[in-house]
């Protein structure tokens, strides 16, 4: 999007319950004021809404559609039961607090629940629920700035009926928070400002951690590099281990985003409300072959009998499998194999949930036989790694980095524009 494209405030809207959740009722909080735009009779309280031949249902009452609104944050309307973190090892139902126009309808049977809010109220919950209040600044700045960035270069990019939805395929949008005035003073600071390359609105990726190593773009989606996303190494020096990615991912080497910068004690203290402290620079996971063949006999919905090997076919700079080659013998004693095609179908088959990211080494321990006995990944970083690295820009934050020199990291050749 050009930057001339957008010179006032835009009003956006979120995508709260989607059709694909498959809600039949959906249960809200609703002061006593509020009104049913739609209908003469209040309705208020809880209010369970339902799905039925009519359309939709609210106290008793049919509606085609249901309009509500609330604009304070002291009336907010409490939504029960959100869905978060779809398909992530962390996913779970949470109750989020919005202001503005909620707009519910029917879409093929299932209840599509829709926040319209303008823009800088959304990114106040965005930046809070990708990461805490007890951020630094500078890290508040830059993140804020990264969400407006990716927003407006990206409305309705993966959804059609709504601009964006409020999970991580878009970005987390956890509704109301309270928010400590020094938070809300690094928002504020940052009111219109986005990245840009060219007069261009920059595609401003971000993940949790990238490991050491940020990936390219290309890499994660499908299209053409693009200049501001491309690989960096996320460290202050020069790295003896930056390319030879086996000794990276050993070793551990001191990035922006290993627990040099970011103690690993002290990661609880930064993460969203929906995130668990955990190892987020190098993990480890072990299958026996049991749990290996059933894991991926389930996700990939093969007849594997034995598994023979995992071979990863291409990697990218940070690491990252992009594909990877499942052998194994299938229930008619037959050699066979199928290639894994992206960092997420990795992810998606290693893991009950989501394995963390697709960079990871693989030891693989037989018997005499030459059996596969276990399988162990040893990882790194959280997330496909394009873009801004959070950890990374946290570690840049708490060691002094201004939000622009954290920016500047991450996306390189680019500046700052303020748009309204």
């Given at each position: 999007?050009?930057?001339?494209?957008?010179?006032?405030?835009?009003?956006?809207?979120?995508g709260?319950?989607?059709?694909?959740?498959?809600?039949?009722?959906?249960?809200?909080?609703?002061?006593?004021?509020?009104?049913?735009?739609?209908?003469?009779?209040?309705?208020?309280?809880?209010?369970?809404?339902?799905?039925?031949?009519?359309?939709?249902?609210?106290?008793?009452?049919?509606?085609?559609?249901?309009?509500?609104?609330?604009?304070?944050?002291?009336?907010?309307?409490?939504?029960?039961?959100?869905?978060?973190?779809?398909?992530?090892?962390?996913?779970?139902?949470?109750?989020?607090?919005?202001?503005?126009?909620?707009?519910?309808?029917?879409?093929?049977?299932?209840?599509?629940?829709?926040?319209?809010?303008?823009?800088?109220?959304?990114?106040?919950?965005?930046?809070?629920?990708?990461?805490?209040?007890?951020?630094?600044?500078?890290?508040?700045?830059?993140?804020?700035?990264?969400?407006?960035?990716?927003?407006?270069?990206?409305?309705?990019?993966?959804?059609?009926?709504?601009?964006?939805?409020?999970?991580?395929?878009?970005q987390?949008?956890?509704?109301?928070?309270?928010?400590?005035?020094?938070?809300?003073?690094?928002?504020?600071n940052?009111?219109?400002?986005?990245?840009?390359?060219e007069?261009?609105?920059?595609?401003?990726?971000?993940?949790?951690?990238?490991?050491?190593?940020?990936?390219?773009?290309?890499?994660?989606?499908?299209?053409?590099?693009?200049?501001?996303?491309?690989?960096?190494v996320?460290?202050p020096?020069?790295?003896?281990?930056?390319?030879?990615?086996?000794?990276?991912?050993?070793?551990?080497?001191?990035?922006?985003?290993?627990?040099?910068?970011?103690?690993?004690?002290?990661i609880?203290?930064?993460?969203g409300?929906?995130?668990?402290?955990?190892?987020?620079?190098?993990?480890?996971?072990?299958?026996?072959?049991?749990?290996?063949?059933?894991?991926?006999?389930?996700?990939?919905?093969?007849?594997?009998?034995?598994?023979?090997?995992?071979?990863?076919?291409?990697?990218?700079?940070?690491?990252?499998?992009?594909?990877?080659?499942?052998?194994?013998?299938?229930s008619?004693?037959?050699?066979?194999?199928?290639?894994?095609?992206?960092?997420?179908?990795?992810?998606?088959?290693?893991?009950?949930?989501?394995?963390?990211?697709?960079?990871?080494?693989?030891?693989?321990?037989k018997?005499?036989?030459?059996?596969?006995?276990?399988?162990?990944?040893?990882?790194?970083?959280?997330?496909?790694?394009?873009?801004?690295?959070?950890?990374?820009?946290?570690?840049?934050?708490?060691?002094?980095?201004?939000?622009?020199?954290?920016?500047?990291?991450?996306?390189?050749?680019?500046?700052?524009?303020?748009?309204?």
């Amino acid at each position: 999007m050009l930057v001339s494209d957008i010179n006032s405030e835009p009003t956006i809207q979120v995508g709260i319950i989607l059709p694909e959740d498959k809600y039949k009722q959906v249960r809200i909080l609703i002061p006593e004021h509020e009104r049913n735009k739609k209908s003469k009779n209040s309705i208020s309280g809880n209010i369970d809404i339902k799905i039925n031949k009519q359309g939709l249902t609210a106290n008793k009452q049919h509606f085609n559609e249901i309009l509500l609104s609330s604009n304070e944050p002291n009336d907010h309307l409490t939504i029960y039961s959100v869905p978060v973190g779809r398909g992530f090892h962390w996913g779970k139902n949470i109750d989020v607090q919005l202001i503005g126009d909620i707009h519910i309808k029917n879409t093929d049977g299932y209840i599509t629940l829709i926040n319209q809010v303008p823009l800088e109220k959304y990114l106040t919950s965005v930046v809070t629920a990708e990461m805490s209040t007890d951020c630094p600044p500078a890290f508040i700045e830059a993140q804020t700035i990264a969400a407006r960035s990716w927003l407006l270069a990206n409305r309705k990019a993966n959804h059609s009926d709504f601009d964006v939805c409020n999970d991580d395929c878009c970005q987390r949008y956890q509704g109301v928070v309270d928010i400590p005035a020094n938070t809300k003073r690094a928002i504020q600071n940052t009111f219109g400002k986005v990245i840009t390359h060219e007069n261009h609105i920059c595609d401003a990726r971000y993940s949790k951690c990238c490991g050491g190593i940020t990936e390219s773009f290309e890499n994660v989606w499908s299209g053409q590099p693009i200049p501001h996303l491309l690989s960096i190494v996320d460290h202050p020096e020069p790295n003896e281990y930056s390319d030879k990615i086996d000794e990276h991912i050993k070793n551990s080497p001191e990035s922006f985003c290993s627990p040099k910068f970011v103690l690993e004690n002290r990661i609880g203290k930064y993460l969203g409300n929906v995130d668990s402290p955990d190892s987020y620079f190098r993990w480890n996971f072990e299958y026996s072959h049991g749990k290996l063949r059933a894991l991926l006999n389930n996700k990939l919905g093969l007849n594997i009998r034995r598994v023979r090997d995992l071979i990863p076919l291409v990697r990218g700079k940070s690491g990252r499998i992009l594909k990877l080659e499942v052998k194994y013998i299938d229930s008619r004693n037959e050699k066979c194999s199928t290639i894994l095609k992206s960092e997420y179908e990795i992810r998606n088959a290693l893991h009950d949930k989501f394995l963390y990211s697709s960079a990871f080494l693989i030891d693989i321990e037989k018997d005499k036989e030459q059996n596969i006995k276990t399988l162990k990944l040893s990882g790194a970083g959280w997330g496909h790694g394009v873009g801004l690295c959070q950890m990374g820009a946290l570690g840049m934050a708490l060691n002094g980095s201004s939000a622009d020199e954290i920016l500047n990291h991450y996306f390189k050749d680019t500046g700052l524009t303020k748009l309204y």
